[in-house]
């Protein structure tokens, strides 16, 4: 009897270590990071980043996957996939967002930002902040906003004035204003996926498009455009973005070192962008392979004026307080 009760009680045991032991070879929860660019960018390396440090901080219970030169999604189906939970992290241009909120669409403004000490102090203010949770009522967690740097002019013929730009088809991002902004040049904007820019530009079926220093140089834009217009004119910056249902499903002590981990790998970015927008220039310029216009005062006056119509087109739709708010940031 006394035999049968120890079986009894170290099979009970055992099945309970068997059960502690099913809990703990769990499978890890697996971030899926999709994005469109290179792996030497800003948005490359602030994955990668992301991708080790959660290796070294919760290796065993989360790991994350990097995919990036569009290998899974472009940046419009990409957020759709987050929903339907196919990725779980991705961090599109601001310019992506249109279909989900019209507020985003502040950023892609022409000439609201004179730099991107205008656009971090903007972002960290309150409407700042008030617009990266834009996104919930749609399902999204906005985790942080992403530097890339401000857009320049790449094109077939120089562009030094807006009438240069007559006619010309631009490729641009899935945006509105951006839409709008070419169309206020009397040009032919065309909503195209990052992927094909190259090969559109190559083929000379566009003329131009308009893109940070980096992504010119590690797409090789510059080797297929024979002009880059110095415009500075507007913003490539992104939303680092995943869904509430994913986010919440985490548990409550791996999510804040996740959360810390994509704070840090953001910073980390965000350094990237900050000496790439100098260093990749600087390489377009070594490489010879195209001009690089460099405005006047006079000239630039003129761009401002073509363009800056466009903000009045969206006051609405994105709230003249949040443009005044975006606006004083540059003082
Ligand atoms: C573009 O489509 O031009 C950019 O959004 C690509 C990127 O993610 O930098």
């Not at 390396?45 to 065993?60: C, S, T, W």
């Amino acid at each position: 009897m006394f035999r049968k009760i120890t079986t009894l009680v170290a099979t009970a045991a055992l099945s309970g270590l068997l059960v502690a032991g099913a809990a703990v070879a769990k499978d890890p929860i697996t971030i899926k990071f999709s994005h469109v660019v290179a792996e030497n960018t800003a948005k490359g390396q602030m994955a990668n980043k992301f991708k080790d440090l959660i290796a070294e901080r919760l290796a065993g219970k989360v790991q994350v996957e990097v995919f990036p030169s569009s290998q899974l999604f472009n940046d419009d189906g990409v957020l759709k996939a987050i929903l339907l939970g196919d990725v779980q992290i991705a961090a599109p241009a601001l310019s992506k967002f249109e279909s989900y909120t019209r507020q985003l669409q502040i950023f892609d403004l022409p000439f609201l930002f004179k730099d991107m000490a205008a656009v971090e102090k903007f972002q960290t203010s309150e409407k700042g902040i008030e617009l990266l949770d834009s996104l919930q009522k749609k399902g999204f967690v906005g985790l942080g906003y992403l530097h890339n740097g401000m857009k320049q002019l790449s094109s077939n013929s120089p562009l030094r004035v807006p009438s240069d730009a007559n006619g010309l088809k631009f490729r641009i991002m899935s945006s509105d204003v951006l839409a709008a902004q070419f169309q206020a040049l009397n040009a032919v904007p065309l909503k195209k996926p990052f992927s094909e820019v190259f090969t559109l530009l190559q083929t000379k079926a566009i003329d131009g498009q308009e893109n940070s220093w980096s992504n010119i140089y590690s797409q090789k834009f510059f080797e297929v455009q024979p002009y880059i217009t110095e415009s500075n004119h507007g913003l490539l910056d992104y939303m680092v973005v995943t869904s509430k249902e994913f986010w919440m499903s985490i548990p409550d002590d791996e999510r804040a070192i996740v959360r810390t981990a994509l704070d840090e790998a953001i910073a980390f970015g965000n350094k990237v962008a900050e000496d790439k927008s100098i260093g990749d220039r600087q390489l377009i310029l070594d490489s010879k392979r195209c001009e690089i216009i460099e405005l006047t005062d006079a000239e630039r006056s003129q761009w401002v004026e073509a363009m800056k119509p466009v903000w009045e087109q969206f006051e609405e739709e994105i709230g003249k307080d949040m443009i005044d708010a975006a606006y004083q940031s540059n003082m």
